[in-house]
Antibody, heavy 125, light 107 residues
Framework: QVQLQESGPGLLKPSQTLSLTCSVS??????????WSWIRQPAGTGLEWIGR???????QYRSSLNSRVTISVDTSKNQFSLKLASVTAADTAVYYC?????????????????WGQGTLVTVSS | DIQMTQSPSSLSASVGDRVTITCRAG??????VNWYQQKPGKAPKLLIY???NLQSGVPSRFSGSRSGTHFTLTISNLQPEDFATYYC?????????FGQGTKLEIK
């Protein structure tokens, strides 16, 4: 059974860098037909996709965050990470990491099939 | 970006009812829509992928369909544990945006 667990500081000041890590168990971040996503949810609102990284190292980011966000993988620790620079109160949210799967032959049919429990990050002075 | 317009935003129903939730894509996206269920304080859970494929372990009372750019999640014979918020997600292009959500409440 694949399990994901987010970790990182829960309180940041404006202009600091948000750094979260997602530890993966029951599966490998190097797996060929998977990718690793970060998704956030401000209180009382919907889900906002942040970005993802494929086993190949290819990354894709939400364009509105592109200049501030970096997703990376550490295969030695079976973890992947999110860094979001220059945070503001608007970045306050529950942050989820998730595993995505897709059809390895077509590259299609992507979906987030395993999720971490989420971690609340608050940005406040 | 391809926006997903989800409706209704909220819905009241009773145990045993059949309900439908709809997402409309801003353009043709083939079958590339997923559906998730989220309960308060919990992570979303994948129910349906690529419009109509039931995720392993999900009860068969959940089903998905597509008609053009309209996608529907149907829940038959509502159970008490089904009262939650539901989201669609398009995966045709990046970014894979989510709909605004539908909160399903007990009548």
């Amino acid at each position: 059974q694949v399990q994901l667990q987010e970790s990182g500081p829960g309180l940041l000041k404006p202009s600091q860098t948000l750094s979260l890590t997602c530890s993966v168990s029951g599966g490998s971040v190097s797996s060929g037909n998977h990718y690793w996503s970060w998704i956030r949810q401000p209180a009382g609102t919907g889900l906002e996709w942040i970005g993802r990284i494929y086993a190949s190292g290819t990354t894709q980011y939400r364009s509105s965050l592109n200049s501030r966000v970096t997703i990376s993988v550490d295969t030695s620790k079976n973890q992947f990470s999110l860094k979001l620079a220059s945070v503001t109160a608007a970045d306050t949210a529950v942050y989820y990491c998730a595993r995505g799967s897709y059809d390895i032959l077509t590259g299609e049919e992507s979906r987030e099939d395993y999720w971490g429990q989420g971690t609340l990050v608050t940005v406040s002075s | 970006d391809i926006q997903m317009t989800q409706s209704p935003s909220s819905l009241s129903a009773s145990v045993g009812d059949r309900v439908t939730i709809t997402c409309r894509a801003g353009q043709s996206i083939s079958n590339y829509v997923n559906w998730y269920q989220q309960k308060p304080g919990k992570a979303p859970k994948l129910l349906i992928y690529t419009a109509s494929n039931l995720q392993s372990g999900v009860p068969s009372r959940f089903s998905g369909s597509r008609s053009g750019t309209h996608f529907t999640l149907t829940i038959s014979n509502l159970q008490p544990e089904d009262f939650a918020t539901y989201y669609c997600q398009q995966t045709y292009t990046t970014p894979p945006l989510f709909g605004q959500g539908t909160k399903l409440e007990i009548k």
